[in-house]
């Protein structure tokens, strides 16, 4: 690894810090910034390579574990750091349903992992919200609260990926050739 990679991935990993604690900072816009955070991994793959990134998601993660509250902390380890270098080997595939198939099947194993870390470490009663409008909306069926969390992140995680999509042409096309 070069010298330029290693102060390419320290760069990105303070970027990524100083994104990350702004989600602390501004609570309303976590996603937003979470997005922002995804999109150093990517950065650090078009200016290096696969071991920049790999040094950034490593370093930002273990840094977030030491700084950040631990529900942040979470998030960015679990998905928001690592999917922007799994975005970049699933469509390396060039199968466009094959590819869908590949990050639907990722997000939902990390939705129902951090589905089951919240409901028995940090909350137990935490979508319970979600069950009494569940009730309203599909009555008599069970686990509607949960149908209706499904639905929707699979809504959230495919503009997700457009969103941070955008964010890494924006970005190749903008700054990549300086």
């Not at 955070?37 to 040094?55: C, E, F, H, Q, Y």
């Not at 198939?101 to 951090?114: D, E, P, Q, T, Y």
Request: charged share 10%; net charge positive.
């Amino acid at each position: 690894m070069t010298t330029k990679q290693l102060v390419t991935g320290a760069l990105l990993s303070a970027l990524t810090l100083v994104a990350l604690y702004f989600t602390f900072l501004l609570p309303t816009n976590t996603l937003t910034l979470l997005t922002i955070t995804s999109v150093m991994v990517p950065i650090a793959l078009i200016r290096g390579n696969v071991k920049t990134s790999l040094l950034v998601y490593i370093t930002s993660s273990i840094l977030c574990l030491i700084l950040m509250p631990l529900n942040i902390s979470v998030l960015y380890i679990l998905f928001f750091g690592i999917y922007g270098l799994l975005k970049y080997f699933i469509e390396k595939l060039n199968h466009l349903s094959f590819e869908w198939i590949l990050k639907l099947a990722f997000f939902n194993s990390v939705f129902f992992i951090g589905f089951k870390f919240i409901k028995t470490l940090i909350s137990p009663h935490a979508f319970d919200g979600l069950g009494i409008l569940a009730e309203k909306f599909i009555p008599n069926v069970p686990y509607g609260d949960l149908l209706i969390l499904i639905l929707l992140g699979q809504i959230v995680f495919i503009l997700y990926d457009y969103a941070l999509s955008l964010l890494i042409d924006t970005y190749y096309s903008y700054f990549s050739k300086y």
